[in-house]
């Protein structure tokens, strides 16, 4: 089994930044890729960003250019760095991982959320 915690979610103001750590833990060789999704109020879930291991990096248009996604593996971290915020960033956002080169689509191992809202 694989364990994800999320942190760094918190109010932020419209064009203010915010970091997000996802710590992994448990069976981290099984992990190819990993990522972020996000899901606003009344909304479905979406892909956000994701990352493998042969370093083949994916963004949503809706993020391209405002938030990078990195990953240090020898402290079994995957970070969010997003900059530029707009007040429809406001979602859950949610840390996955899966063995396939992929998440989208779903993945078998979620972290519990971490809630960023932006004010405009």
């Known amino acids: 089994q694989v364990q994800l915690v999320e942190s760094g979610g918190g109010l932020v103001q419209a064009g203010g930044s915010l970091i997000l750590p996802c710590a992994a833990s448990g069976s981290i060789l099984r992990i190819n890729a990993m990522g972020w999704y996000r899901q606003a109020p009344g909304k479905e879930r979406e892909l956000v960003a994701q990352?493998?291991?042969?370093?083949?990096?994916y963004y949503a248009d809706f993020v391209k250019g405002r938030f990078t996604i990195s990953r240090d593996n020898a402290k079994n971290t995957l970070y969010l760095q997003m900059n530029s915020l707009k007040p429809e960033d406001t979602a859950m956002y949610y840390c996955?991982?899966?063995?396939?080169?992929?998440?989208?689509?779903?993945?078998?191992?979620w972290g519990k959320g971490t809630l960023v809202t932006v004010s405009s």
């Open positions: 996955a991982a899966s063995s396939r080169p992929t998440i989208a689509g779903g993945a078998p191992y």
């Open positions: 990352i493998n291991n042969g370093v083949t990096i």
